[in-house]
């Protein structure tokens, strides 16, 4: 496993969550790292990016202000806090990483993916 993301689970409405993503691979150093959210019947979007080396970000527009993302590049390892949930934020949440460090918004770009982790937001 080279990606493994935590975190998830069922949560009720206005509270806040942190999610992790740690990698096992030290080349992931010089990567652009995102998290990527899937809602049932939705296709898979960028909420935010990170360079490793440098932590410059990047967030979605349209998700800016209640997602922070992190990194601990020492561990390897990066953080998606988010605050306000909504039951619009329920969604199998994803860590990505693109070692070719072109970090946009297409998943496509990304060549390594964790697993997921579910968050269910209750209202």
């Known amino acids: 496993v080279q990606l493994q993301a935590s975190g998830g689970g069922l949560v009720q409405a206005g509270d806040s969550l942190r999610l992790s993503c740690a990698a096992s691979k030290r080349t992931f150093r010089n990567s652009v790292m995102g998290w990527f959210r899937q809602a049932p019947g939705k296709e898979r979007e960028l909420i935010a990016s990170?360079?490793?080396?440098?932590?410059?970000?990047y967030y979605r527009d349209s998700l800016k202000g209640r997602f922070t993302i992190s990194r601990d590049l020492d561990k390897y390892t990066i953080f998606l806090e988010i605050s306000g949930l909504t039951d619009e934020d329920t969604a199998v949440y994803y860590c990505?990483?693109?070692?070719?460090?072109?970090?946009?918004?297409?998943?496509?770009?990304?060549?390594?993916w964790g697993k997921g982790t579910l968050v269910t937001v209750s209202s």
């Open positions: 990505a990483a693109d070692p070719n460090m072109t970090g946009g918004p297409d998943p496509r770009e990304y060549d390594y």
């Open positions: 990170i360079t490793m080396r440098v932590g410059v970000t």
